[in-house]
């Protein structure tokens, strides 16, 4: 075998060595200790307050499974008739959301059935919506622990 063969060969095991050690410990990193995990949020212009539960607070890992989304307007009255889209992600592992979660349901009231979603492994999710009513459109993200 050539030395130019040797190194290439050597380089390539070196480069997988540290790809493999870079992911097992961007997989084992733990969410920040600061982390805010509360379930209820004011958006970020102050136009909405938004409140998200699982439907099945048992849900499994890696399942489909729906949440649970109430918007009310500044003044505390459900906001009815929103828009609302989901996005989010691992932030420490720059990935979004492995499903495309989506409104199938409005149930009254201000709340809406969001379907679709599955984390597909332990750690931080963002879970993200922007919610478009009457009073404007606004953004809230949510972070999850799981």
Avoid: C
């Amino acid at each position: 075998m050539r030395t130019g063969t040797k190194i290439s060969i050597g380089l390539a095991v070196v480069a997988a060595v540290i790809a493999a050690v870079a992911g097992y410990m961007m997989m084992s990193m733990s969410p920040p200790a600061d982390l805010d995990l509360a379930r209820e949020k004011v958006t970020a212009k102050g136009l909405y307050t938004v409140a998200i539960a699982p439907e099945n607070e048992s849900f499994e890992r890696n399942t489909l499974h729906a949440w649970i989304a109430t918007v009310k307007a500044a003044d505390g009255n459900p906001v009815e008739g929103a828009e609302i889209a989901i996005d989010g992600g691992m932030p420490q592992h720059g990935h979004g959301l492995p499903t495309a979660p989506a409104v199938t349901a409005s149930l009254g009231e201000g709340r809406y059935r969001i379907e679709g979603v599955r984390f597909n492994m332990s750690g931080w999710w963002e879970f993200k919506l922007r919610v478009k009513a009457a009073a404007g459109e606004d953004d809230v993200t949510f972070n999850l622990s799981l």
